[in-house]
């Protein structure tokens, strides 16, 4: 390449970064005016006076009682007391970041929303992602679904797209969800399990709402427990409308799908973390925006047209089905890119609130009964959290466009209004006033003119009414390896279920699925095996499998070299480090102890005893005399072999030079390297080609896991 070439490409890339810049100071700039710093500043109280104590309280004599004038005590733990707001029923433990949208093309054909109208238009937004059923202090990697909520600051108002990172919702109407939520969390009598459905009441529940099942699969299945935040997909879960400003409408299913793949954990591997560092997806994507390696995700649409809306075999309004990707393919609107962490986490991620109610001209709602009941539930359960309808004028919940309406008073009101009306009609100074337009062509919202016709009943439609489909469908998308991760999923969930009926009525549904999949599941949790009663038709569908998502680069992901803190092959460990940190990979060496190798500028950053191997995508062992020390076999703090027999059984890439080869091999004892125990483990002399080596360990880490390593199960292939 040429050097104007390169100049030109360095100039294009820069003008890239600067509209990235520049739209998200958008609402990056109108926080501003609400962050306080207080570094090195004088102490005040609340109301501005100056404060030269702050350790003692107003005592009558230096031993005596505490006095009640004491206004500054009592303002600080009084202010303390009241800290916290309640915690979210649901989604109370996540981790926030903003970003910036922009739109792939003009899609004003199917929909008025402006934030979609122009190729190159750039909208802020803050994404909240989460666990559904834990408290704010459980673990980030427990068996369950995520939340993926984002909040588009756009030229129109406020939209929230408030999903998941599974398709499909466990029941079929809101009235339900006090149910389904009340059965997930822990049991009422002792509080126990945590962040868990692995239980009686979960799968009492489920046996008996059975439209739960698909979604179930999907939890049990590797989506349930994902690696990175930066690699999940979300979706929208119902069924929406785009509308044209001539108020012509079309069915979308939303979908986020992120660009460099997405990911899992094993489950040996999920509890664990969970125990090690239980706050690692949160400091994942933390870190990576810090360090640049900025999560990307396009955003797209299934689109219906309203003629087509009953030629599928299942109903589009039924929140527990997906709308096959081989029937609907999905039409990209554009990419978000996460680029900027909150400055406060309650301020930003705790207060940000969402409301699926909230949309823009061009998008509205259809008549699906568990969206409809969210349409109420979302907005009331912020009313909860924050006792004030103001909640709205928070600085993360503000729109970018101006607010008027005659709305006012209230709990902690924070702005100042003019004149002496607040009704309408009126004509009076002081009131706002609806817009005339009767069409979205003025940007105002019009509801669509959905024609309603029918009898108040409280009932179910006969279109919702298939349970099993479509948890065939997606149990027979999936890898081998997936289907093998369900099973023993299965097995460990459904065997913690004390009560034995329950058990077997889950053997029983499951077989509804795959006689073979209820087979091995009954004979593991010791209930009557079924009698094979339904067909396994074989269907499948394309976008369920992860392998379908294969990662693009190394961006972000953490490598562990395993070494002594003396004797080390320097150049071994540096050819390997320049490789993979110039494709933006991040490389930790871990050492007896922290600091510099000796005779060597390569820091050790962690130790055996402060890092854990599941927090690596792979790991290297250099060789020379450095494996001397590896080779002992420590029960302490110090165990270099349990990161070698971890990262092998969670079937993460393992590169081993020289003398590592053997300690390698008797690291991951009984297992052996044979046929394809060895897939994914490189191994070569200590003075081959490092600058290959380290590119092979690259091409593996893109691989993700090296599950043909392990038996897989006749049900599962």
């Known amino acids: 390449m040429s050097l104007p070439q390169r100049l030109a490409l360095f100039s294009l890339a820069l003008l890239a970064l600067c509209g990235l810049v520049i739209a998200t100071s958008a609402k990056t700039e109108q926080l501003k005016e609400f962050i306080r710093d207080d570094n090195n500043e004088d102490y005040t109280t609340d109301f501005g006076v100056k404060i030269n104590d702050t350790d003692n309280t107003l005592k009558a004599g230096i031993r005596g009682p505490s006095l009640l004038e004491d206004f500054h005590f009592r303002e600080k733990i009084t202010r303390f007391d009241h800290e916290r707001i309640p915690e979210r029923a649901v989604h109370a433990r996540g981790h926030g970041a903003h970003g910036i949208f922009e739109s792939y093309g003009d899609f004003s054909d199917i929909t008025a929303a402006s934030f979609l109208s122009a190729k190159g238009k750039k909208t802020p937004v803050f994404v ?3 666990t559904v059923l834990g408290s704010r202090g459980s673990a980030d990697t427990v068996r369950d679904i995520r939340g993926f909520a984002t909040k588009f600051y756009t030229d129109q108002g406020i939209f929230d797209l408030v999903g998941n990172d599974i398709p499909v919702f466990f029941i079929q109407d809101a009235i339900k969800f ?46 349930g427990i994902p690696r990175s935040l930066r690699e999940i997909q979300g979706f929208g879960v119902h069924t929406f409308r785009f509308v044209t400003k001539d108020m012509k409408s ?67 309004l039924d929140p527990t089905k997906i709308i096959p990707e081989d029937e609907v393919s999905v039409t990209w609107l554009g990419k978000m890119t996460l680029n900027k962490n909150p400055d406060n986490f309650f ?5 940000v609130a969402f409301c699926i109610s909230h949309v823009v001209p061009g998008i509205d709602f259809t008549n699906d009964p568990l969206l409809q009941g969210r349409l109420f539930s979302y907005f009331d359960t912020q009313l909860n959290r924050f006792q004030s309808p103001n909640w709205e004028y928070l600085p993360i919940n503000r729109p970018m466009n101006a607010v008027h309406n005659n709305q006012r008073d209230g709990f902690m009101q924070p702005l100042i209004y003019k004149g002496a009306a607040a009704h309408f009609p009126h004509s ?41 489909s479509q948890s065939q469908l997606f149990y027979n998308s999936l890898a081998p390896w997936e289907r093998q991760q369900l099973i023993e999923a299965t097995i460990f969930e459904v065997g913690k279920v004390k009560t034995k009926e329950i058990r077997q009525r889950w053997v029983d549904m499951i077989n509804h699925v795959d006689h073979d999949y209820a087979l091995i599941v009954a004979e593991n949790i010791g209930v009557t095996k079924p009698e094979k009663k339904y067909e396994n038709a074989g269907k499948k ?30 150049k071994q460990i540096k050819s390997v480090i320049d490789v993979l940190e110039a494709e933006s990979a991040i490389v930790d060496v871990i050492a007896p102890k922290q600091g510099p190798l000796h005779g060597t500028s390569i820091e050790a950053k962690h130790t055996f005893a402060t890092a854990d191997s599941t927090l690596y995508d792979a790991i290297f062992v250099p060789g020379r005399k450095s494996v001397d020390f590896l080779q002992h076999d420590f029960w302490d703090m110090q165990d270099s072999w349990s990161w070698v027999r971890d990262a092998y059984r ?32 490189l191994m070569e002399e200590n003075d081959t080609d490092y600058k290959k080596f380290a590119k092979d360990l690259r091409d593996a880490i893109l691989k993700k896991r090296f599950f043909q390593r392990f038996t897989i199960a006749k049900a599962a292939r």
């Open 250 to 316: 079309v069915f979308v299913k939303f979908q986020w799908k992120p660009t460099n793949g997405v990911s899992s954990l094993v489950w040996d591997e999920a509890q664990k973390l969970a125990g090690k560092n239980p706050d690692f997806q949160r400091q994942d994507l933390y870190e990576a925006i810090e360090s640049g390696a900025y999560p990307e995700y396009e955003l797209g649409v299934q689109i219906v047209k309203e003629e087509d809306e009953h030629k599928f075999d299942f109903d589009l």
């Open 541 to 570: 569908t394309k976008g369920i499998s992860l392998d379908e998502f294969p990662l693009k680069s190394i961006k972000g992901k953490k490598i562990a070299i395993l070494s002594a803190s003396t004797d080390v092959d320097s």
């Open 178 to 223: 006090p149910d389904l939520v009340h059965a997930g969390k822990p049991e009422q009598d002792n509080e126990i399990p945590q962040a868990a459905t692995a239980h009686d009441n979960f799968y009492d529940f489920v046996t008996l709402t059975p439209e739960s099942l698909h979604t179930v699969l999907w939890t049990l299945s590797p989506r």
């Open 428 to 468: 009076r100074y002081g009131s706002a006033n609806p817009h005339k337009a009767q069409n979205m062509k003025d940007g105002v919202f019009v509801s669509y003119g959905e024609r309603i016709d029918g009898h108040k009943i409280r009932a179910r439609s006969p279109s919702f009414e298939d349970f099993y």
């Open 650 to 681: 969670h079937g993460k890439p393992i590169a081993a030079l020289g003398e590592a080869r053997d300690f390698v091999k008797q690291a991951i004892a009984p297992a052996n390297l044979d046929g394809n125990g060895g897939a994914g483990v």
């Open 128 to 130: 909240r992602f989460s």
């Open 347 to 351: 301020s930003e991620t705790e207060q």
